[in-house]
C-alpha cells in the first residue's frame, strides 16, 4: 500500500512541477501588481481572466479531455498522429473563432463584465488565443511522458512572462492592460517555438469522424466544468456589480494567497488519473481510494489552516499598501474550499472507473446553483467575506453530492473517522486564531501544534505512528 503511495508522491513531484508554474507566478507578482495597481484596477484582471476561462471551456468542447483518452487508445503511431493533428487544427480553429468574436464584440463584453474596459478585453482575447493552443501542444509532452520537456516549456514561460509584465507594468505604466499582455507574452513566445520543433508532427490531416467521436466522449462533461467554472469564479462577477471594483480586487488578492493549498492540489491532480486507473484490482483500488482521501485532506487541511492563520502577515509581506490588508479575511474560507475540492478529485475516480460520469454535472450543476443562491443572499450584506462562505459551502455540497453518487457505482470504505478527524482539527485550530486575534507567534504555534494536535484524538494508525517515530531525532 505504501508503495502506491510513494508512488503517486513521486508522480505528484514531477509532473505537479511544470504545473505550478502559473500559481506560483500569480503570487510572485503580486508585490509588483499592489505597487502598481489599485484594487479596481487588480480586479478588472481578475473579472476578464474569469471570463477567459469560461469562454476557453465552451471553445474546447470536450476536446482537450477526449484526446488524453484517445491518443492512449491508438492501436499504432499512425493512429496517434491522427489524434494529434485532427486535436490541434480544431483547437486552433476553434481559438480564432474566439478570438475574432472576443475583438468584434468587446464593447459589449467590456459592459458585461461591469466596465472593465475594451483595450483590456481585446488584450484577454488574444491571451485566451495563445492560451488554448499553448496548453494543447504542451499536452503532447505528457502523453509522451517526457515530464522534464513540460517542466522546461513551463519554465521559460514564466520567465518570459515576469520580464514582460515587469517591462510592461512598471516601465510602459500600461496598468491592468499590461498584465494581461505581459501574462500572454510568455505563453505566446513559448507556443511559436513549439509549433517550429513539431512543426513535422503537425502536418495538416483532419479527421472529422474522429473529431465527432471524441466529441461525443468530450461534450457530456462540458457542463460540468462549467458549473465548476461557476463555483471558482462568478463570485468576482456578483462582487464586481454589488461590492465594485475595489473590493473585488481585495477578494481577488485573498484568492491569490489561499491559492497556496492549490499548489499542492494541482501537483497532485495531474498524477492522480493515470496513478488510480493503473491498479488494476478492484479491492486494492478501494484500500488505496480510501488512505488517499486521508493523506490528501490531511496535508491540504494543513496548509489552509497555515494560510488562514498567518494571512494578515502574508498580505502584509506581499501588498506594498494598507489598502490591500483587508484581503486577508476570506484566505481560511477560501483555502479550505480548495481542500473540499482536493477531496472531491479523489472520490469522483470511483465514478470514472466505473465508467459512470453521466450525472456528474448534476452534482456540479447543484454546487453552482447553491453557490449562486448565497452569492445573491450573502454578498449584499457581507461583502466579500459572503463571498467567501458561499465559496466554501458549495464546494462541501459538491464533495458530499460526489461522495454519494461515487458509492452507488463504486463503493469505497473511506477513513471517515479520520476525515472528519483532520477536518475538524484543522478547523478548530485556526478559529482558535481567528477569535484570539494571535499574533504572529502563536499563529505559528497553532500551525505548528496541527499534527501533534491529532495524537490525542487517535488518528494516527499504529503503522504510522512506528513511521514517525523512526523519522524522529533519538
Not at 208 to 220: D, K, N, W
Not at 247 to 253: I, K, N
Not at 283 to 310: H, I, K
Request: with cysteine; charged share 10%; hydrophobic share 55%.
Amino acid at each position: 500500500m505504501f508503495d502506491h503511495l510513494r508512488r503517486l508522491a513521486g508522480q505528484s513531484a514531477v509532473y505537479g512541477l511544470g504545473r505550478l508554474v502559473a500559481p506560483i507566478l500569480a503570487v510572485v507578482l503580486l508585490p509588483l501588481y499592489t505597487q502598481y495597481l489599485g484594487p479596481g484596477a487588480y480586479g478588472r484582471v481578475e473579472t476578464v481572466v474569469a471570463a477567459s476561462a469560461v469562454l476557453t471551456i465552451v471553445l474546447r468542447a470536450g476536446v482537450s479531455t477526449a484526446f488524453f483518452r484517445f491518443y492512449f487508445d491508438a492501436s499504432d503511431d499512425a493512429g496517434r498522429v491522427r489524434i494529434v493533428r485532427t486535436s490541434f487544427w480544431f483547437t486552433m480553429a476553434s481559438a480564432t473563432l474566439g478570438l475574432v468574436v472576443v475583438e468584434l464584440a468587446a464593447a459589449p463584453i467590456s459592459s458585461l463584465l461591469g466596465g472593465v474596459g475594451v483595450a483590456l478585453v481585446r488584450a484577454a482575447g488574444v491571451g485566451l488565443w495563445a492560451q488554448m493552443n499553448y496548453e494543447q501542444l504542451t499536452a503532447l509532452f505528457r502523453v509522451e511522458q517526457r515530464p522534464r520537456a513540460y517542466v522546461a516549456a513551463s519554465v521559460a514561460n514564466v520567465l518570459i512572462t515576469v520580464a514582460g509584465t515587469a517591462a510592461l507594468v512598471v516601465v510602459a505604466h500600461w496598468g491592468a492592460v499590461g498584465v494581461v499582455v505581459g501574462n500572454f507574452a510568455g505563453t505566446l513566445t513559448v507556443y511559436v517555438a513549439l509549433v517550429l520543433y513539431r512543426h513535422e508532427q503537425l502536418g495538416f490531416e483532419f479527421d472529422r469522424s474522429l473529431l465527432r467521436t471524441m466529441q461525443g466522449f468530450g461534450l457530456p462533461l462540458v457542463p460540468a466544468a462549467l458549473s465548476l467554472w461557476a463555483i471558482n469564479f462568478i463570485d468576482r462577477l456578483f462582487l464586481i456589480h454589488i461590492s465594485g471594483k475595489a473590493e473585488t480586487g481585495l477578494y481577488s488578492l485573498g484568492v491569490r494567497i489561499a491559492s497556496g493549498v492549490l499548489f499542492l492540489m494541482v501537483a497532485f491532480q495531474t498524477a492522480w488519473p493515470a496513478f488510480a486507473y493503473s491498479i488494476k484490482d478492484d479491492d486494492e483500488a478501494r484500500r488505496a481510494y480510501a488512505f488517499v482521501l486521508t493523506y490528501v485532506l490531511f496535508v491540504t487541511c494543513w496548509a489552509s489552516a497555515t494560510l488562514g492563520l498567518l494571512s494578515p502577515w502574508i498580505v502584509r509581506l506581499l501588498a506594498s499598501s494598507r489598502v490591500f490588508y483587508p484581503a486577508s479575511q476570506v484566505v481560511a474560507p477560501i483555502a479550505f474550499s480548495i481542500a473540499a475540492y482536493a477531496a472531491y478529485a479523489v472520490v469522483a475516480i470511483g465514478v470514472g472507473r466505473a465508467r459512470k460520469t453521466q450525472l456528474n454535472w448534476v452534482v456540479t450543476g447543484a454546487a453552482a446553483a447553491l453557490n449562486i443562491a448565497l452569492n445573491a443572499v450573502l454578498i449584499p450584506r457581507y461583502g466579500m467575506m459572503g463571498a467567501a462562505v458561499a465559496t466554501a459551502v458549495a464546494y462541501a455540497a459538491m464533495f458530499i453530492g460526489m461522495t454519494w453518487q461515487a458509492q452507488t457505482v463504486f463503493p469505497v470504505r473511506y477513513q471517515w473517522r479520520r476525515v472528519v478527524t483532520v477536518v475538524g482539527v484543522s478547523v478548530g485550530l485556526t478559529t482558535v486564531g481567528k477569535v484570539t486575534h494571535a499574533g504572529l507567534g502563536l499563529a505559528i504555534a497553532l500551525s505548528l501544534a496541527f499534527p501533534f494536535a491529532l495524537g490525542p484524538t487517535g488518528f494516527y494508525l499504529p503503522g504510522e505512528r512506528r513511521r514517525l517515530r523512526r523519522l524522529l531525532p533519538g
